[in-house]
């Protein structure tokens, strides 16, 4: 028979949460990349939810399956499951592949919210700042980004809380809300980055052309068909290099310094 004469009480939600805020990846790996993590962070709640160790071994084992999310709005599945975990059920069997279809169903719509709003353009955005005030001589930018980390450990244990009240009814009730939020972090993003890429990047072409008494400055004639011309070319062409097969990061810097470094030496930048 099965045991639901306790309910999690706010000790086991606290403790799934900092264990998947700290451990979510922990276990990793490609068969199913996120299941350990899961495992781990539930496993005080399956203990209070299951007094039975039979029920209890069953429930664990049956989230060692795919799961793969972006790690802060993961918490709202994390809530979810709490929350089903909780709720009776006549047939066990129907419970489980709810809770399974759940995890499935909301992992891969979460993760694109997840990476455009809480992971490239955020980190990108306040960074790119922080980096900013540092070369400004500004010793609070070296702070932005440990403000910016408690700010969304404060918003991932919201949406861990929403998805124990919520359970199931997030996707359908927040779907829309949630598609408008990442369309505006996208064009604030990309706007954001756009006027930093003219005020953090700068590029000089010194050539110049003379004909007679007449001296042109290559570098004033593109200024004049658009200020910031060659910063907006550069990032442009680190962005179509990042597109290519076999290209990281790494290498892209690389090839940017190899590039610097060539135009440095004949005098075709500064």
Not at 72 to 88: S, W
Not at 177 to 189: H, P, R, V
Not at 208 to 221: A, I, R, S, Y
Not at 237 to 259: E, P, Q
Request: proline share 3%.
């Amino acid at each position: 028979m099965t045991n639901f004469e306790n309910t999690v009480t706010k000790k086991e939600l606290n403790k799934v949460f900092l264990r998947w805020a700290t451990t979510c990846q922990i276990a990793w790996n490609y068969e199913t990349m996120q299941s350990g993590g899961v495992v781990y962070s539930l496993q005080p709640a399956l203990r209070k939810i299951y007094k039975n160790d039979d029920e209890y071994k069953e429930a664990l084992l049956s989230h060692y399956t795919f799961f793969n999310t972006q790690p802060f709005v993961g918490n709202i599945v994390l809530g979810a499951i709490v929350a089903m975990e909780e709720q009776p059920a006549a047939n066990k069997e129907e419970k489980r592949e709810a809770i399974t279809s759940i995890k499935t169903g909301l992992m891969g719509p979460l993760a694109g919210v997840g990476d455009a709003i809480f992971f490239v353009i955020p980190l990108t955005i306040f960074n790119a700042i922080a980096a900013y005030m540092g070369l400004a001589g500004n010793p609070w930018g070296i702070s932005l980004g440990i403000l910016c980390g408690f700010a969304f450990l404060f918003i991932r244990y919201w949406f861990f809380n929403m998805g124990y009240k919520q359970g199931s009814k997030f996707v359908s009730s927040l779907s829309s809300q949630l598609k408008s939020l990442t369309n505006s972090a996208n064009i604030l993003g990309m706007t954001v980055i756009g006027a930093l890429i003219g005020s953090v990047i700068s590029v000089n072409i010194p050539l110049e052309f003379v004909q007679g008494e007449v001296v042109t400055k290559l570098q004033d004639t593109l200024d004049m068909i658009m200020p910031n011309l060659v910063p907006a070319l550069l990032v442009g062409f680190i962005y179509w290099l990042l597109g290519r097969k076999n290209m990281t990061s790494t290498r892209a810097i690389l090839v940017v310094i190899l590039i610097s470094f060539v135009f440095y030496i004949t005098g075709v930048m500064a």
